[in-house]
T-cell receptor, first 111, second 114 residues
Framework: AQSVTQPDIHITVSEGASLELRCNYS??????LFWYVQSPGQGLQLLLK??????LVQGIKGFEAEFKRSQSSFNLRKPSVHWSDAAEYFC?????????FGTGTRLKVLA | GAGVSQSPSNKVTEKGKDVELRCDPI?????LYWYRQRLGQGLEFLIY????????KSGLPSDRFSAERTGESVSTLTIQRTQQEDSAVYLC????????????FGQGTRLTVV
């Protein structure tokens, strides 16, 4: 069965520090993977997606993610976090139609 | 329209009343999803529509919840006899049929049952 695990419920980093949010998935075939961000009171915005090809994908707002099939992971990274990055981040996997989300990681940024 | 539109944006209702939430997907998107997001929680899948196929209702939490979609257009999520535990943000998303496409989300309807 498809599933997504985001092991970190909360992460706190200082502004300017690097960031890595973890995502592990379970899916029988080639997964389509996504990262979304949700700012307070807002809907979900797509940060980046992986369908095939280069395993390092670039997204908006300076985010990138690396697909590692051997580890069933799709971790999100940013080299230098800005205060405006404080939000909730969701990893998702999609098959033919099912779109499954992780439980989210809430990011807090310290000034 | 340009994006997924949901209405109302906020709804306060009394316990026991019925509510209807509306979602207008992006034109041409055949797939439509409803999710529930309780305060501080992740996204809970409710129901999925794909064109004229039978919907996947496996996520509906009880028979008080139902949803309809006519063709590839508007969808309505109905909650009958609302309970306080139904208080949440209800998110709608749509996407193209193909699996290698992303879902686009509306801003959600915040439902408060008092």
């Amino acid at each position: 069965a498809q599933s997504v695990t985001q092991p970190d419920i909360h992460i706190t980093v200082s502004e300017g520090a690097s960031l890595e949010l973890r995502c592990n998935y379970s899916y029988g075939a080639t997964p389509y993977l996504f990262w979304y961000v949700q700012s307070p009171g807002q809907g979900l915005q797509l940060l980046l997606k992986y369908f095939s090809g280069d395993t390092l994908v670039q997204g908006i707002k300076g985010f990138e993610a690396e697909f590692k099939r051997s580890q069933s992971s799709f971790n999100l990274r940013k080299p230098s976090v800005h205060w405006s990055d404080a939000a909730e981040y969701f990893c998702a996997v999609a098959g033919t139609y099912k779109y499954i989300f992780g439980t989210g990681t809430r990011l807090k940024v310290l000034a | 329209g340009a994006g997924v539109s949901q209405s109302p944006s906020n709804k306060v209702t009394e316990k026991g009343k019925d509510v209807e939430l509306r979602c207008d997907p992006i034109s041409g998107h055949t797939a439509l999803y409803w999710y529930r997001q309780r305060l501080g929680q992740g996204l809970e899948f409710l129901i999925y529509f794909q064109g004229n196929s039978a919907p996947d209702k496996s996520g509906l939490p009880s028979d008080r919840f139902s949803a309809e979609r006519t063709g590839e257009s508007v969808s309505t999520l109905t909650i009958q006899r609302t309970q306080q535990e139904d208080s949440a943000v209800y998110l709608c998303a749509s996407r193209w049929r193909q699996s290698n496409t992303e879902a686009f989300f509306g801003q959600g309807t915040r439902l408060t049952v008092v």
